[in-house]
């Protein structure tokens, strides 16, 4: 494990945000892979019967090539990273909007939502570890038309909002292209 980066001490806690498909878990992932050899992979999308979510899982596996621990865990992210039982030296959780999501799936209240963000956000300071956190930046478009889509797109913003006010470095990314916003 490196001692710094850029500049930076380790751990480092970093969210890296942007929209879909816009190249925020690749940049995630190809950052972990040049800072650490002990690399888990957090994964939050269950593998349903949906063939195209099987696919899209396969090519991230893929993608990622050896080296990575992967553990499938859709709600219980504090649980997993508190106990760190693996020794990882770096967490990267991919993604946060569908840990929201799956809350939601559970119908979780808005406020055991806001409960578990907290709690999170407490365990990933708190860890001596790196963590990388990646999720979508849902509140660039057009208001949702239901109620639904619109308290999705409250959650999410309110959790990205509280992630970056917890780590030390923020990353949007935009057309594959990186923009620091923090650190």
Not at 102 to 130: C, G, H, P, W, Y
Not at 139 to 157: K, M, Y
Request: a negative charge.
């Amino acid at each position: 494990m490196m001692n710094t980066q850029g500049g930076m001490p380790l751990p480092i806690k970093k969210l890296v945000i942007g929209g879909c498909r816009s190249g925020k878990s690749r940049y995630a992932e190809q950052w972990v892979a040049e800072n650490f050899s002990d690399k888990v992979f957090l994964a939050t999308l269950e593998a349903r019967d949906d063939a195209e979510m099987d696919q899209r899982i396969a090519l991230h596996r893929q993608s990622r090539g050896a080296g990575w621990l992967t553990v499938e865990e859709p709600l219980d992210l504090a649980g997993v990273m508190g106990k760190n039982e693996i020794g990882a030296e770096v967490f990267l959780v991919d993604c946060l909007t569908m840990w929201l999501t799956n809350m939601m799936m559970q119908d979780f209240s808005d406020e055991k939502i806001q409960d578990e963000v907290s709690r999170l956000s407490r365990t990933v300071a708190a860890l001596s570890v790196s963590v990388v956190l990646v999720a979508n930046e849902v509140g660039l478009g057009v208001v949702p038309e239901s109620p639904l889509g619109r308290r999705f797109r409250d959650l999410a913003g309110w959790t990205n909002q509280q992630m970056a006010l917890m780590c030390q470095q923020v990353v949007l990314v935009a057309a594959g292209l990186p923009l620091r916003l923090k650190g």
